[in-house]
């Protein structure tokens, strides 16, 4: 570590607030990198268990220990960020970074931004299927993309520290503006949780008994990813579908157009016009980086 | 072995037409298992590389060459299958067994049948991504499903006999009737395809290049997930649709359906159905056998 990053990382004080699976491996790497971190959890028993695995060096159920904080992350659920930013803001000092990471942007930054003009929004897309304290990881940010929301309010230099504190997870930072990150996001993350879900939904309504049993029993590796994700938690899937709903709307539209199309060609038996399609696809999902690691859904 | 099974397996003699992934991997196994396997392929590269990996006893390309068989196998691509049992049926000594591996089975039962009373249809759930002989593999269908489509005409003991060969595979068979199977697989490998390619096609439409560079950097594994069966062949997902078309065009209605109802209650901003939506999608996943060995998409 180079002097001056030492100087920075001995000197700079990070606060968490909500000690889950992304704020608690998010506490666990930064520490390990040599920051000090105070974590902040409604539950005095996270706390606990939080300084017991070395999560954090100090923490508390009280927001008051935030008050020394440079940089405090806000990594609580989606629907809950505004109101705990609104509680966590008094305690704050003038100069200190707020930023969040939550899966979806402009709700959050319209909400906090008045409440706190130097908030930053930022979503790290990693996660596991496990969540709490318990579930905390190192490196779980590691080659994943952590996407940074600035304004044209945002202070560079407060932007230039963020962008530090995500390189030292060994994430890779993106930047975007809300607006195009939910957009993004409501494609490749939200749209697909419906689109799986209503082939669930679908098969559910056989009515032949038999049909439904040998479905099931034939079910392979292609059912099986294709339905993942429209099998997920119920709550976090409508909670991105209400804080994201019109992208994702305008996205569900686009993609009704899309299987109205096929279902056309279908009926005219333009099997030309289908394979043209299938070979497009096949096109766009190679283009897609398939071959990296990938990340996990958030 | 006990003394009777391995009586029938030396006097057993099956002819396998076509000697790709399938055909090879079924002619290793029963051969292994000690019967005597003759191969026949349109080429007679293909043939040489059998006979040199030891897939096959004997082969050649002259479908006489099945004169002798007990069994045949027909396992050419679905659309072929109709033709090419056409031109092996002069060849067959009169009780031989004649079945195939095809994905579809109405139509295959239907247009094979009156050329072959004894044709029973057969379909193993199992496969990988590369094809040809050189891809043929031992055990490739080892706790896999194998479905037999026996008709009213079916003769029990040649049907019992083709089950002896199944489980000789280590496959675990299933009877049906030739309909019941089409709508099963139209359900969980036909309907999933053009799910998943329309969520590829709908992507494709993103007019924003900002917001589509930025979805194609967040795409995790969820994405890659639901949209893998769109992506894939495209010759075999029209041929599939082609040949399965009235059960899939139904379950595609269906599942119009359940995305009209999802996105009408996203429009009303009803939650609470949508959790409810979500809840039950969950419970559905979770009943089918997500946590069995599954078997690849054929």
Redesign the interface.
């Known amino acids: 570590m180079a002097v001056d990053k030492f100087l920075i990382s001995l000197f700079m004080h990070i606060g968490i607030v909500g000690l889950g699976l992304i704020g608690g491996s998010l506490a666990l790497d930064w520490r390990q990198a040599g920051y000090t971190v105070t974590g902040v959890s409604r539950s005095s028993q996270t706390i606990a268990i939080a300084q017991e695995r070395g999560v954090i060096d100090q923490g508390g159920t009280d927001l008051s220990l935030l008050h020394a904080c440079d940089v405090v992350v806000l990594c609580v659920p989606l629907d809950r960020l505004v109101t705990v930013a609104a509680a966590v803001c008094p305690h704050l000092q003038p100069n200190a970074i707020l930023t969040d990471v939550g899966s979806v942007k402009v709700p959050v930054v319209q909400g906090i931004t008045p409440l706190w003009p130097q908030f930053i929004g930022g979503h790290p ?1 990693a996660g596991t299927a496990d969540q709490g304290i318990q579930a905390a990881q190192s490196h779980l940010f590691r080659q994943r ?1 952590y ?1 940074l929301t600035p304004t044209a309010q945002t202070n560079p230099q407060q932007l230039a520290q963020l962008q530090t504190l995500v390189a030292e997870l060994g994430a890779r930072w ?1 930047l ?1 503006d809300p607006e ?2 939910d ?3 409501a ?3 939200h ?16 009515s ?1 008994p ?2 439904a049993t ?22 976090l ?2 909670c991105l ?2 804080y994201n ?1 019109e992208p ?2 305008q ?13 056309a060609l ?2 005219q ?1 333009d ?1 030309a016009a ?2 043209a ?6 096109t ?7 071959n990296h690691t ?5």
Do not use: K
């Open positions: 897309m993309p996407v993106l975007c195009t990150h957009r993004a996001v494609w490749i993350s749209l697909p949780i419906w689109v799986s879900a209503a082939l669930l939904g679908a098969v559910a309504q056989e032949n038999q049909t040998l479905a099931q029993q034939l079910a392979s590796s292609g059912w099986q990813d294709t339905t993942r994700v429209g099998g997920g938690n119920p709550e899937g409508v579908a209400q709903r994702l709307l996205r569900l539209y686009c993609y009704r157009r899309e299987l109205d199309r096929i279902i279908m009926e038996q099997l289908l394979t399609y299938l070979q497009h696809t096949h766009v999902r190679r283009q897609s980086p398939a990938l990340p996990q859904e958030f």
